[in-house]
């Protein structure tokens, strides 16, 4: 039994998802982060933005790490 809703599943505005349709994808570098824990984080960034000398994390056992070079 159809419920007559053609739309189901879409949001409204919603067009193609694709590359083309968003625009090409800036270069990315992955960092990794180390916490006192020894547990690593390898966030991506685009090869121009500045890389953060600590990062936080979502690990209730960590607050924050920092790049062990």
Avoid at 20 to 25: D, F, I, S, V
Avoid at 29 to 40: L, M
């Amino acid at each position: 039994m159809s419920s007559g809703n053609a739309i189901r599943g879409s949001r409204v505005g919603a067009g193609p998802m694709g590359e083309a349709e968003r625009g090409e994808a800036a270069p990315r570098v992955w960092v990794s982060f180390w916490c006192a824990n020894k547990h690593e984080t390898r966030p991506s960034f685009a090869t121009d933005a500045a890389i953060p000398d600590t990062w936080e994390i979502k690990n209730k056992n960590c607050k924050k790490v920092r790049i062990i070079k």
